[in-house]
C-alpha cells in the first residue's frame, strides 16, 4: 500500500466542501458541509432520511479465508468557533480559571488590528480497527462502537495594549457511532465484506431542531479505507467478467468505493460519498486544495484574485485553511497560474485504419 498517495487522495475526499467561495461568513449563499453527513438517528427519522444517519460500503475480496482486513474511516467533527465581546475588560493577565467571564456573542469583533468571526471550524477524527482475518467475520460479524466527548475552549483576544476585551469560544458537541464489519463466502475463492458505519448519537426533541443544531452532533465527510493482505480487492467499477453479477450484487449506500494507490495494486480501497475512478489522482498543476465543492482551480483561483482588500481581510480572519489559500494565490508565478488553464494527458496515435475505415 502506498500510504502516502492513498493519504493524498483522502484527505481531499475529507475536505471537498469545507470551504466555498467567497470563502467569507458575510455571504452566505450555499450550504457548507454536503458530502458524507451522517447525522443522529433521530434527527434523520425526523427529516424521513433526507440527512442519513448510515453509510455502507460492500466489496468483494478475492482470496483465501486467511485474507486480512484493516479497516479506518475518517470524518469531521464540526465544532462552533464563537466570537465574544467582555462586560468588563480583563487587564493585561490570563483568564480566570474555574469560571468564565460575562460575554456578549457578536459576529465579529476587532482588537488589536485583527478581525475576529464566528465560524463554523471542524476537527479530523479517525478510527481504526484491529486486522481481522475473513474466517473470524464468517464466524462472528465484528462491531466497534466510537465516541468523542463535549469539549469547550476559551481564547483571550487583547487589544493593543494587552488588555483582555474579548473571547473565542471553540465547542463541539459529543458525538457516539458505531463501525459493523462482516464478511460471506459468494463462491470460490471470492467473498463479500460489509462495512457499516452508524451516527449513535443521542440527539433529543429531533423534531424541534434544526439542521445546524444536528450538524453539531454529525460525522461529516464520512468515508472509509478499506485494505487486505494476503488477498485483493475486485474493481466494482470495472469488474472481470466472471465475477461482474457479483459485483452488481454489491449494495453501497451513501458511499461509492474505488481502488486507490499506484495503478494497478488491489491492496487498497476508498470509499468516499464523491464519485471517483478507480486509481485517482490529484493534478499535477493544482497549487493546492480549494476544499469548494469539487470547482474548477483555474476558475477560483481567478475569482479569489479579484477580491477587494477588505474581502481579503474578512477572508483571512474566516479559517486558517481560506488564509493558506489566499497566500498560497498571491504568490502563484504566471507559469502555474497558465498551467491550471488546462492539460492534454493520455494521448496515444490515431489508428489510420481500424475495421477498414479510417477512425
Not at 480583563?90 to 459576529?107: I, N, W
Not at 464519485?275 to 465543492?293: K, N, Q, R, T, V
Not at 493558506?324 to 497558465?338: F, P, V
Request: hydrophobic content about 35%; charged content about 25%.
Amino acid at each position: 500500500m502506498n500510504l502516502e498517495l492513498v493519504d493524498k487522495i483522502a484527505k481531499a475526499v475529507l475536505y471537498e466542501g469545507y470551504l466555498l467561495y467567497p470563502y467569507r461568513p458575510s455571504v452566505k449563499t450555499r450550504q457548507r458541509w454536503t458530502f458524507g453527513g451522517l447525522y443522529p438517528e433521530s434527527y434523520s427519522a425526523a427529516q424521513n432520511g433526507t440527512d442519513a444517519c448510515a453509510m455502507q460500503t460492500q466489496v468483494l475480496v478475492q482470496g483465501s479465508e486467511r485474507a486480512a482486513l484493516t479497516i479506518t474511516i475518517r470524518f469531521l467533527h464540526v465544532s462552533m468557533r464563537q466570537a465574544g465581546k467582555l462586560d468588563e475588560a480583563l487587564g493585561e493577565g490570563e483568564l480566570p480559571s474555574g469560571r468564565e467571564p460575562a460575554f456578549q456573542r457578536v459576529d465579529s469583533l476587532e482588537l488589536g488590528g485583527k478581525l475576529y468571526q464566528s465560524w463554523q471550524e471542524a476537527v479530523e477524527r479517525e478510527v481504526t480497527l484491529e486486522e481481522s482475518e475473513l474466517n473470524d467475520l464468517l464466524d462472528k460479524p465484528k462491531e466497534q462502537p466510537f465516541g468523542f466527548p463535549h469539549h469547550r475552549q476559551l481564547e483571550p483576544l487583547r487589544d493593543e495594549a494587552g488588555q483582555i476585551l474579548g473571547l473565542l469560544v471553540r465547542e463541539q458537541q459529543p458525538i457516539q457511532g458505531s463501525i459493523h464489519l462482516a464478511a460471506e463466502h459468494v463462491e470460490g475463492d471470492l467473498f463479500k465484506v460489509t462495512v457499516r458505519i452508524e451516527n449513535r448519537t443521542p440527539f433529543a426533541d429531533a423534531v424541534h431542531k434544526t439542521r445546524d443544531d444536528a450538524l453539531m452532533r454529525a460525522l461529516v465527510s464520512t468515508h472509509t479505507i478499506l485494505g487486505v493482505r494476503l488477498g485483493e480487492f475486485i474493481s466494482l467499477t470495472d469488474p472481470p467478467e466472471c465475477y461482474r453479477q457479483a459485483a452488481a450484487g454489491c449494495r453501497n449506500i451513501g458511499t461509492w468505493p474505488v481502488l486507490v494507490g499506484i495503478e494497478g495494486a488491489k491492496d487498497t480501497i476508498l470509499s468516499s460519498p464523491i464519485i471517483l475512478a478507480d486509481y485517482p489522482e490529484i493534478a499535477p498543476e493544482s497549487p493546492g486544495d480549494l476544499f469548494d465543492s469539487t470547482e474548477i482551480d483555474e476558475i477560483l483561483t481567478l475569482r479569489i484574485m479579484t477580491l477587494t482588500d477588505d474581502e481579503k481581510r474578512q477572508m483571512i480572519a474566516t479559517d486558517d485553511r481560506a488564509r493558506a489559500i489566499l497566500e498560497r494565490t498571491e504568490s502563484l508565478a504566471r507559469q502555474q497560474l497558465m498551467g491550471l488553464h488546462g492539460a492534454m494527458r493520455g494521448l496515444r496515435p490515431i489508428s489510420e485504419e481500424a475495421n477498414g475505415e479510417r477512425q
